[in-house]
């Protein structure tokens, strides 16, 4: 891995208003979550990480959330080792939980994150690894740095998405891989409190309802204390800019929960898309 130093971006932290915020449901981003849009007042440069780094240290644990565990790491893992990477590069790490999992197989790892809380976590819990406080829209590592690079639902948080592609694009080497998961956007144009989910009289899910799907906004989410902004975009902006950077899709997949997920919360990732999963090469 070549890299050139670590571009430190912090960002403005001004307490957000809180008068959207009525209605708060607290099952987790993958069931439930309260929602506001981008009229809610808050700062241009807060996205909520920060403040929201502790909540999402516990909530991740070394397991991950539903999603993670039961929806994502069982393709995530397999797609990522496919390729028998070197040296992989997750975009947007969090508190490192992915690359401690590629760790674990032999795969020199290197995570970004702007979050200075949970870069400090991913450091602390896995001090082999390499972890540098940076903004994905601007990469510190030379053109052709790593076989494989992962956005493990970073995309969605991320405010300059073109920017970013193209990073992701430049730091992979001809015929490295980029590996996505991201939030549907079937999910993220969900309408209404509690994500999409209409409710019946007895308060049971009737269906999932979206609207005004190709806007793409700005949208705060809220759950078990942690608060953050997500950027809601429909599929064809991400395919426009990842073609755009002349990569080729070798794989799509809107994964379904494993056989022993919890049925109760696995029906709902049956019911309303929640996730994608892509791989990209380069060259
Ligand atoms: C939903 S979390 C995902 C963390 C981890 N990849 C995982 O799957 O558990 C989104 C992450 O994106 C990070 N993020 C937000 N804006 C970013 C940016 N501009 N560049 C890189 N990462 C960013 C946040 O700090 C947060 O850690």
């Not at 240290?57 to 959330?65: F, P, T, Y």
């Not at 795969?107 to 949970?118: C, F, K, M």
């Not at 939030?183 to 509690?194: P, Q, V």
Request: include cysteine.
């Amino acid at each position: 891995m070549r890299c050139h130093g670590a571009t430190v971006t912090r960002l403005t932290l001004i307490p957000p208003s809180l008068k959207l915020w009525g209605t708060k449901l607290t099952n987790g981003p993958d069931e439930a979550l309260a929602k506001g849009n981008e009229g809610s007042g808050d700062t241009m440069n807060d996205n909520g990480w920060d403040d929201s780094a502790a909540a999402w240290i516990a909530d991740m644990g070394e397991l991950g959330d539903f999603g993670r565990r039961y929806v994502l790491d069982p393709v995530m893992v397999p797609l990522a080792l496919a390729g028998r990477p070197k040296a992989m590069l997750d975009v947007g790490c969090g508190e490192g939980r992915f690359c401690r999992m590629l760790a674990s197989q032999g795969v020199a790892v290197t995570g970004i994150d702007p979050t200075r809380a949970l870069i400090d976590e991913a450091q602390a819990r896995h001090p082999g690894g390499t972890y540098i406080e940076a903004d994905a829209v601007k990469l510190p590592f030379d053109g052709g740095a790593f076989d494989l690079v992962v956005s493990c639902l970073s995309l969605v948080d991320i405010a300059d998405a073109a920017a970013a592609i193209a990073e992701m694009a430049r730091v992979l080497e001809p015929g490295g891989r980029l590996l996505i998961a991201n939030s549907n956007g079937f999910n993220t144009a969900g309408d209404g409190e509690g994500l999409g989910w209409a409710r019946d009289a007895n308060g049971a899910k009737a269906h999932f309802r979206i609207d005004h799907y190709l806007r793409e906004r700005k949208q705060w989410l809220a759950w078990r204390g942690i608060r953050i902004v997500n950027h809601h975009r429909p599929l064809s902006t991400y395919m426009k800019l990842l073609l755009a950077q002349g990569l080729r899709l070798t794989h799509f997949d809107e994964p379904r929960p494993v056989a022993d997920a919890p049925a109760a919360r696995a029906t709902d990732y049956v019911r309303a898309p929640w996730f994608l999963v892509m791989v990209w090469a380069k060259g």
